[in-house]
């Protein structure tokens, strides 16, 4: 298939180039971007062309496997960070994951990125249900999805590992009628 590019008010949601690797490697490098995820330190520039690799052989999102898009401002074509999105096996439920460049935060990127690909995966790919997991001190990420409608469905204990410390894994939820109800309530 062909990877899609989405486009919001401010925003591209375009496929990723082998030149976007370093700078994935970068962000997620950075402790402070690393600080409640899973991902190894550091993240070398390595690991990352075997990631964008993959996704341009894989072409775009499919069903069982994690795509990402890099997140670019319109007005300038400056990379603001990337968004993450899962289809599982079944084509039924989805996940999604965001990260930005600390310089871009502040500005609702990752809310309005985000939400494009919430769009697209329900509209799209018909999908039922969305998830997202985070650290629970992720206060960022939780305003993030709180902003878009997901449902705090709660915490399994001791589940989530940072390097090695082990914290509890929060689980959020948002439904297609949901999203729906959502998106309506937030036009003008
Ligand atoms: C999680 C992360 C993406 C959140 O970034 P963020 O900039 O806070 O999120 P958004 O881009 O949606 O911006 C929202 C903020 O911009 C503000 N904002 C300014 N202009 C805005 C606009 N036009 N629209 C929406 N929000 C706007 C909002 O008030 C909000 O600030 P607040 O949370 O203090 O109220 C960022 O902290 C990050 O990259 N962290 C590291 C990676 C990570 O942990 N990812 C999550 C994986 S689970």
């Not at 590019?5 to 030149?19: N, Q, S, V």
């Not at 084509?91 to 919430?118: D, F, Q």
């Not at 509890?168 to 729906?180: N, Q």
Request: with cysteine.
């Amino acid at each position: 298939m062909t990877a899609p590019t989405l486009t919001t008010a401010r925003l591209r949601l375009r496929p990723p180039t082998m030149a976007d690797a370093a700078p994935m490697a970068e962000r997620r490098s950075d402790p402070e971007t690393a600080q409640f995820q899973a991902w190894p330190q550091p993240y070398t520039v390595e690991k990352a062309e075997r990631m964008v690799a993959g996704l341009i052989e894989q072409g775009g999102p499919a069903r069982g496997c994690w795509y990402q898009w890099v997140l670019e401002r319109v007005s300038d074509g400056e990379v603001v960070g990337d968004i993450a999105f899962r289809l599982d096996a079944d084509g039924h439920n989805g996940e999604v994951g965001y990260v930005l460049w600390p310089w871009a935060r502040g500005h609702g990127y990752a809310t309005e990125g985000t939400a494009a690909a919430i769009e697209y995966g329900f509209t799209e790919w018909g999908l039922h249900r969305i998830e997202a997991e985070l650290d629970p001190r992720n206060t960022g990420s939780i305003r993030v999805l709180e902003r878009l409608g997901f449902r705090h469905e709660g915490n399994q204990i001791e589940a989530y590992w940072v390097g090695d410390t082990v914290t509890d894994s929060g689980h959020y939820g948002l439904l297609r009628r949901e999203w729906e109800a959502h998106r309506a309530g937030h036009q003008d």
